[in-house]
């Protein structure tokens, strides 16, 4: 259960063919971050929506670090939402992080006018 104030890791793809669809995957990152604080009263952080306006993708050291970073965050989250009916590689292992610690795992259900989360299955 998702409780107020808790660090709430957004699981989300980022990865698309051009650079305009991951700056659009960026934005929905973000606006999943806002919506799951507003709804949960929670800390949502999603540091794909943030990092590769720092970080170079393409250089695979600079890549690393970005992963690094995202999965330090996600050890100290109480909670992940699936945030997408796709799951991306890097969201796979994100998954598979969570569930290795012990970390909840829901996914977000957004369909008006009802939004909340389900927990998913640990198998």
Not at 58 to 87: D, F, N, T, Y
């Amino acid at each position: 259960m998702i409780r107020e104030n808790d660090m709430v890791y957004i699981c989300s793809p980022l990865s698309a063919p051009t650079a305009n669809e991951i700056r659009a995957n960026m934005e929905l990152a973000r606006s999943y971050m806002q919506l799951v604080s507003k709804v949960f009263r929670c800390r949502a952080v999603a540091p794909h929506a943030y990092l590769p306006e720092l970080l170079d993708d393409r250089v695979l050291w600079v890549r690393e670090l970005g992963i690094s970073v995202g999965m330090k965050l996600l050890e100290h989250s109480q909670a992940l939402i699936v945030c997408s009916p796709v799951i991306s590689c890097g969201m796979q292992a994100e998954i598979v992080k969570a569930r290795e610690l012990g970390i909840p795992v829901y996914a977000l259900l957004k369909e008006d006018p009802y939004i909340g989360v389900v927990q998913t299955p640990s198998t």
